[in-house]
């Protein structure tokens, strides 16, 4: 419940339905339809042939497990309920947009088979209920117990706001309501918090749906307790019979859980859990006004960014942990970045864009979208990407569908939802976030304005917005001017009006009437990015970087291993688009050299470099790799 003294909440900038926006003609007029048309359908099948639906089979008996459980204790079996609550999420923002009675019939049949299992005082976890019921909440650390029902509960929120229907909302309510009854701070609750970030994201779902105060109090008590010492996870190994120091983690950083959140100073832990989590407190903060979380979630941007991100967006150099190591640790080869990590950084980026109008998030947003977390998925939509390397030896293949499937049904999800990181709002302001040929329609007070954007982008820089309020309105129009672009202009109704730019964006105040035309071009040149000498992974190298979009070398186009590409330091670039490649796309194509194994017999070392002969090359979207014949790639080139 708020508290008197709490501060105001903050009024923030609220999303654009993600179903009111339209991309047909632009880059993401594809993705979208093949989620909608291809991925959601073919992860249902998946679910099904993998046996994942068959746990929700809580008449039966259970069947022999489908996934071993690990020296840790854990089975990936033991979350498989997030998997449907990230599909059921997926396919209930296409259904918003794209009524389908068949899918929206196989969701229903999976709320039935949950509803069927969940048990009188609400609780719902398919594993607990059918294998383990005496062990319901004795493991928070490790068993992802809340995160899969926080999972279930975004599913809910999102099939609610989609259909209408409130029969897997309610169900989920109750199995909030049992949370609230065993979880606080009062006595004979529990302290306790799931390892895995998660269902805080969820409660504040639900509470901007229901209004209830106790939703935000119980996410806010999960933020808030994350990292008290003495660590709960210590008291409930001891309550299991269990030594605290027998973890496979060693310490509780990984859950981020080794100090308070507002004292925490540097990302560690696995990647996806601490993009989860500052997700979570910037809901808590804009909801609470609580700045101290809002103080926390810059500092430790500012270090993700500043110390710890590809240049891609990836995030998480290492298997070991699926997350952070130590600061500028940026392994090309054996990156882990998961595909849900980038995904993460995308929701994260986008809330705090939502509190502080602020480009550098939103910048961030952008990059992992077209980069990290949009390689996590094929062209056609059904193969996947877990982990996105930056080097490769022509070993790397995206897969159908994986041990541990989170990723493709959170790929699924953003892409689904994409159209709510476009715009939002606040009072008399709208803010385009992202460029992409779209319609829409946002409302400001009781005037709905349409807004239709041309261009070509991301291939392109120009772009036209078109306005047309249904009657005059004054407000404020703000237009992101991304970082990585040095030179634009703007002009309104053909007449160029000064660009005055306030942390990343430029703003026009004015009465706008039907018609209204504003035209912003932002130069795109190819360009050359070099990492900071602390990543000693990269010293000699450049990366190319044209716009948003990061660009790689493959074999298919090189014909040899492009680590044997030589990139002279002042050769020109130029992009050309492709309307063939891949759905068709900018590439950037230039003279090399190319280091000869002629001359080197058997030696593996020798006093004399390689010989040099020239070459021509083509760098692709980071993005597109791996859709076309195996064989090697290369973010990272060497530079002679």
């Known amino acids: 419940m708020p508290h008197p003294t709490d501060p105001p909440r903050i009024e923030r900038y609220v999303p654009v339905d993600h179903a009111k926006v339209d991309f047909a003609g632009g880059f993401w007029e594809s993705w979208t339809e093949t989620v909608r048309k291809v991925t959601v359908p073919s992860q249902h099948r998946r679910l099904d042939e993998e046996g994942f639906l068959e746990v929700l089979d809580f008449h039966l008996p259970p069947a022999p497990l489908v996934r071993p459980i690990q020296p840790s204790g854990l089975s990936m079996q033991h979350f498989f309920d997030s998997d449907f609550g990230k599909w059921i999420e997926a396919a209930s923002y296409t259904l918003k947009s794209h009524p389908d009675p068949a899918l929206e019939a196989k969701i229903d049949a999976i709320v039935e088979k949950l509803a069927s299992g969940q048990m009188r005082d609400g609780y719902l976890n398919s594993w607990f209920i059918r294998r383990e019921p005496e062990k319901r909440w004795t493991n928070l650390r490790d068993l992802h117990e809340m995160y899969s029902m926080g999972h279930l509960l975004e599913g809910a929120v999102a099939h609610f706001e989609a259909t209408g229907k409130r029969r897997f909302l309610e169900m989920m309510i109750r199995a909030v309501d049992h949370i609230i009854d065993t979880f606080g701070p009062e006595p004979g609750k529990l302290r306790g918090y799931d390892a895995h970030e998660e269902i805080e994201i969820a409660l504040v779902k639900l509470y901007r749906v229901t209004g209830d105060e106790r939703h935000l109090g119980l996410a806010r008590f999960f933020v808030d307790e994350r990292g008290r010492q003495p660590s709960y996870y210590d008291d409930e190994a001891r309550r299991r019979g269990k030594d605290p120091k027998d973890y496979i983690f060693e310490d509780y950083s990984y859950s981020q859980a080794h100090m308070p959140v507002r004292e925490q100073t540097r990302v560690v832990g696995h990647a996806v859990r601490a993009m989860y989590l500052f997700s979570a407190m910037a809901d808590v903060a804009a909801e609470t006004g609580d700045r101290t979380l809002l103080s926390a979630c810059d500092r430790l941007f500012d270090n993700l960014t500043g110390r710890q991100l590809y240049v891609t967006g990836g995030l998480g ?11 500028y640790d940026l392994p090309n080869a054996t990156a882990y970045a998961e595909t849900c990590a980038a995904v993460a950084l995308a929701f994260w980026g986008h809330r705090m864009a939502q509190i502080d109008l602020d480009g550098r998030f939103t910048d961030h947003v952008e990059l992992a979208l077209f980069n990290g977390a949009l390689s996590g998925i094929s062209r056609d939509g059904e193969h996947y990407f877990y982990e996105n390397v930056l080097e490769s030896h022509g070993g790397n293949r995206r897969w159908k569908w994986h041990y541990c499937p989170c990723c493709p049904t959170n790929i699924a999800r953003l892409i689904a939802s994409l159209g709510s990181y476009f715009y939002t709002t606040r009072a008399n302001e709208l803010a385009v976030h992202l460029y992409g040929a779209n319609t829409t329609e946002a409302v400001l007070g009781d005037t709905v304005v349409k807004l239709a954007q041309e261009t070509n982008y991301p ?31 703007l002009s309104m109704n053909g007449e160029t009006v000064p660009l005055e730019v306030g942390k990343g964006y430029a703003t026009v105040i004015r009465e706008w009437r039907a018609g209204d035309e504003v035209c912003i071009s932002f130069d795109m040149p190819v360009e050359r990015l070099y990492a900071n000498p602390e990543v000693g992974e990269d010293a000699g190298r450049v990366a190319l970087k044209r716009g948003p979009v990061v660009y790689c070398v493959e074999e298919t186009d090189t014909g040899f291993a492009p680590q044997k590409l030589r990139l002279p330091a002042d050769a020109p670039l130029a992009a050309t688009f492709e309307p063939e490649l891949l759905g068709g796309a900018a590439t950037l194509a230039g003279e090399a050299k190319k ?44 530079e002679a």
């Open 459 to 489: 291939w392109g820089g120009d772009v036209r917005l078109s306005l047309s309020p249904a009657a005059p309105k004054r407000f404020a129009l703000r237009l992101r001017i991304p970082g990585w672009c040095r030179t634009a202009s």
């Open 317 to 327: 150099p290492t298997q070991a942990n699926e997350g952070f190591t130590r600061e």
């Open 595 to 638: 280091a000869v194994e002629a001359g080197w017999s058997a030696a593996l070392y020798r006093t004399a470099p390689p010989d040099l002969e020239p070459v021509a090359f083509k760098a692709i979207p980071y993005h597109l790799w791996a859709n076309r014949a195996p064989g090697g790639m290369l973010v990272w080139l060497v």
